[in-house]
């Protein structure tokens, strides 16, 4: 069974930085892309950041030149890195995996919080 387990949300003042972590329980290229997704109180969720399997990444508008999404293949872990947080940026942050070449994920963390907040 796949396992995706997020860490390193918490809280942090507008301009901060924090840097998610998420660590899969198989080999990161038995999947086709790992992704960030957040979802904020009464909005939808919303597709942050991705990584293929080829090394591609893309990020949404709103955190490109903020948000940087790497890998350590060898520990099994995909990170988010974002820098110059605003209060906008504040939602719950789901690590995200797929198998496909589809739209649809397969394997959802179970998300960690991120509070920007003076």
């Known amino acids: 069974q796949v396992r995706l387990t997020e860490s390193g949300g918490g809280s942090v003042q507008p301009g901060g930085s924090l840097r998610l972590s998420c660590t899969t329980s198989?080999?990161?290229?038995?999947?086709?892309?790992v992704g960030w997704y957040r979802q904020a109180p009464g909005k939808q969720r919303e597709l942050v950041a991705t990584?293929?399997?080829?090394?591609?990444?893309d990020y949404a508008d709103s955190v490109k030149g903020r948000f940087t999404i790497s890998r350590d293949n060898a520990k099994y872990t995909v990170y988010l890195q974002m820098n110059n947080l605003k209060p906008e940026d504040t939602a719950v942050y789901y690590c995200?995996?797929?198998?496909?070449?589809?739209?649809?994920?397969?394997?959802w963390g179970q998300g960690t919080q991120v509070t920007v907040s003076s």
């Open positions: 990584i293929n399997v080829g090394g591609r990444t």
């Open positions: 995200a995996a797929k198998l496909g070449l589809g739209s649809a994920y397969d394997y």
């Open positions: 198989t080999n990161i290229f038995e999947f086709n892309a």
